[in-house]
C-alpha cells in the first residue's frame, strides 16, 4: 500500500480493551465474567423464531428492500409507547431507531462532538462510549459515581470552578443499573442533574439498555421524566434505549428520544454509515413485540440474574471478606468490585486466567487516572455453577496475588 497517512483519529486508535480479552475466551473451560452478554438462554429464542415467520408470511416483499433511515412507523410507535412506560412521554415521530444504542451514541458524537469540545463522563464508564468520544477528539472529564450514580455535588463544584471557553457540550450517563458500575442514580440527584444541565446549557445523554432488568420491579423514573417535568420543551435530556438486553442483541434494534432538529441531524449522520434501518429485524423486532411475550421474558431473565447476582456477590465477600468490596447492583448485569491494594492487578489477572476465570481489569471503564485495585464482574450469562466455579477460581487468584493481606 502506498504510505498514505491515516487520518489523525485512526493514526493510532487504540482498541476496546474488552475485545482484546476475546483471544482468552477461546481457552477450553474457562468460566467468564468478561463479557456483557446477555444469557442466550434466557433470550426468547423460539418467541423470535414465531415473529420471524410471521414476518415472512405476512409481507415479505414489503421487508426486503431498503427502508427509511428513520425507521418504520409501526415500530417507531411501539417504541415510543415503550419508552413511555419508563416515563419518556414521546410520540413516534419522536423516536429515531438505530443499530443498536451504540449507533444511536455514535451519531450524536457526530452530530454535537468536535474536536477539543469538553464531555463529561461519568467514570467508570462504558468502554465503547469512551471510545466514541476519543476518535471523536473530545476532551473528556471524567466525573465520580458512587453506588447512588454520579455524585452530583462533585459535578456542581467542577462546573462552577471551570473556565467559560472550556464548559461542557454534553454529559454521558448510564443512570440505571450501569455498565460498569451497576449503580442507581437516586431521584434527588436526577433532579439535580437537570437543574445543573439548565443552569450550565449541557445536554445529558441517558444510556438506559439496562433499566428494564431491575431486580426489585421497583418503578425507576427517567432523567428525560424529571427534564420533561422541571423543563417542558426545553427537557436537556437525550434518551437512549436498545432490545439488546432484554429481547436479543442480534436484532441491532436500539433508539433515540430527541427533539426533531437533533434527529434530523442524527438521520442525516446515519445516512452516510449505514443507508437504511433494517427492515428486516424492525419487522420481526415488532411482530415480537406485538405478540406480548417480551415482559414474560424480561421477568424470567430478572429473576434469574438476580439469583446469579446474589450467588457471586455472597460467595466474593463469603471468601475474600475484606480484600474486595462488591456491592450488590439493583438490577443490570454487572458487578463493580473494589480490591485490597495490597493485591497486585497484574498477579491477579495473569493468575487467573491461568487458573481459568475472566474478568475486565477495571481500568478499561477509566480514562484517566486508572484506579488499577478495581475489576468488573459479569454474572448474567454463566450458570450458577459456572459462578462458583469461576468464584473459587478468583480466590485462588487472589491468594496467588497477595501481599501480606488474607
Ligand atoms: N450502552 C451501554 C451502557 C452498554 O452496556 C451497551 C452494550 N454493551 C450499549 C450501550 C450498546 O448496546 P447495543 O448497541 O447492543 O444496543
Partial sequence: MNDVAFAPAYAEPAGSPIRELFPYLSRPGLVSFAGGYPSPALLDAEGLAQASARVFAGDPAGVVQYGATEGRPGLRAALADMSAGRGVRCEAADVLVTAGSQQAFDLLVRVFVAPGDTVLIETPAYPAAIQSLRLAGAHLTPLPVDMDGLQTDALETLLRAMPAGRRPKLLYTVPTFSNPSGSLLSQPRRERLVQLALEFGFLIVEDDPYGELNFSG?????????????????????????????????????????????????????????????????????????????????????????????????????????????????????????????????????????????????????????????????????????????????????????????
Fill in 218 to 406: 421497583a418503578p425507576v423514573a427517567t432523567i428525560f421524566a424529571a427534564g420533561q417535568r422541571l423543563a417542558g420543551a426545553r427537557n436537556p435530556v437525550l434518551y437512549l434505549s436498545s432490545l439488546s438486553k432484554t429481547v436479543a442483541p442480534s436484532l441491532r434494534v436500539g433508539w433515540m428520544v430527541a427533539p426533531a432538529d437533533v434527529l434530523r441531524r442524527c438521520a442525516i449522520a446515519k445516512q452516510t454509515m449505514d443507508l437504511c434501518t433494517s427492515p428486516i429485524t424492525q419487522a420481526i423486532a415488532l411482530a415480537y413485540l406485538e405478540a406480548q411475550r417480551y415482559e414474560s421474558a424480561v421477568r424470567r431473565a430478572c429473576d434469574e440474574y438476580q439469583r446469579r447476582m446474589h450467588a457471586m456477590v455472597s460467595a466474593l465477600s463469603q471468601a475474600l471478606g475484606a480484600r474486595i468490596e462488591a456491592p450488590p447492583p439493583g438490577g443490570g448485569m454487572f458487578v463493580w468490585a473494589r480490591f485490597d491494594h495490597r493485591v497486585d492487578p497484574q498477579t491477579l489477572f495473569n493468575a487467573a486466567v491461568e487458573l481459568g476465570v475472566l474478568f475486565v481489569p477495571g481500568a478499561a471503564f477509566q480514562p484517566q487516572a486508572q484506579d488499577p485495585h478495581t475489576m468488573r464482574l459479569s454474572y448474567a450469562a454463566p450458570s450458577l455453577e459456572a459462578i462458583a466455579t469461576g468464584v473459587a477460581r478468583l480466590v485462588r487468584a487472589f491468594d496467588i496475588a497477595s501481599h501480606g493481606c488474607t
